[in-house]
């Protein structure tokens, strides 16, 4: 049977807003630090907590293809 670790999570006060405090553990498994942003992403069956923001990196994707099509007009632009 497979069996998945459950890790625990609190919702404190903090200042005048709440917070969630991510053991470190979470933190290390995440790559993330104090002043990193997190993204919730709504699943079916809950969220899924990730450094990772899709909408970001298909922003990125899409620059990055512009960047390697219209490498010329860059070049001359920048001039």
């Known amino acids: 049977m497979n069996?998945?670790?459950?890790?625990?999570?609190?919702?404190?006060?903090?200042g005048n807003s709440t917070g969630l405090v991510l053991p470190k553990e979470v933190l290390a498994k995440l790559r993330v630090s104090k002043g990193d942003e997190l993204c919730f992403m709504e699943m079916p069956d809950g969220f899924k907590l990730t450094p990772y923001d899709p909408e970001?990196?298909?922003?990125?994707?899409?620059?990055?293809?512009?960047?390697?099509?219209d490498r010329d007009v860059l070049r001359a632009l920048a001039k």
């Open 56 to 69: 970001f990196a298909e922003a990125m994707e899409a620059a990055e293809q512009v960047m390697r099509e």
């Open 3 to 14: 069996r998945r670790k459950t890790i625990t999570a609190k919702v404190t006060t903090v």
